[in-house]
Each structure stands twice: as structure tokens, then as C-alpha cells.
């Protein structure tokens, strides 16, 4: 009866000895996932501000190109006023000086209408 009694503790020596070793593992694992969710979040973090770098890229070089277009339409605008009074103006001149006008005239004419 007694030695019967005796042997319980023993298996339940082995078993506290388990749940001590679970609880380092599960430890370990926690530390583990700790540190893999901060990583994760640094990450994150840096992708962030990386995204907000390239958004205030974009809208710097969407500025830059709506300005150079506003640009261009001003500068086509305006060789198309000069063009106007060019020609205009080369009937009054000699007739020499008209020609070599008209010449230059279509070359400055095709290349603005490319």
C-alpha cells in the first residue's frame, strides 16, 4: 500500500519538470517573435517614410512638369505672335531680304509644328 504511494510523487517530479522546460520554450518563442515583430515594425517604419519621400517627389515633379507645359504653350504662343507680325511685316521689305525671310520663315515654322 505504502510503496504504492511512494512512486507518485516521482512520475510528478519528471512532469514539473516539463512544464518548467514548456515555459523556456515558450519563452524562447516569445522572445523570438518579440524581436521578429519589432524588426517587422522598423521595417515598416522605414517603408513608411520611404513612401512619403516618394509622394513628395511626385508632387515635386508633377509642379515641375505642369510648369515647363504651362511654359511651352507661352513660348508657342508667343513664335506664333512674332510669326504673325513676320509676316506682316516681310511684304513691305526689299525683295531679296523677303526671300531669304520666307526661307528661314518655313524652317522656323516646320519645327514649331513638330
Known amino acids: 500500500g505504502s510503496s504504492t504511494h511512494n512512486t507518485g ?19 524562447e518563442e516569445f522572445s523570438f517573435l518579440q524581436a521578429q515583430y519589432h524588426t517587422l515594425k522598423m521595417e515598416c517604419e522605414k517603408l ?17 512638369s505642369y510648369g515647363l507645359n504651362v511654359e511651352m504653350h507661352k513660348q508657342t504662343e508667343i513664335a506664333k505672335r512674332l510669326n ?8 513691305f521689305l526689299s525683295q531679296e531680304v523677303s526671300l531669304s525671310l520666307s526661307f528661314i520663315n518655313c524652317f522656323v515654322i516646320t519645327d514649331l509644328y513638330k
Do not use: L, N, W
Open 9 to 27: 510523487p516521482q512520475p510528478g517530479q519528471p512532469f514539473k519538470f516539463t512544464v518548467a522546460e514548456s515555459c523556456d520554450r515558450i519563452k
Open 48 to 64: 513608411a517614410q520611404e513612401k512619403t519621400e516618394m509622394q513628395r517627389h511626385y508632387v515635386m515633379y508633377y509642379e515641375m
Open 84 to 91: 504673325a507680325i513676320c509676316a506682316q511685316v516681310i511684304p
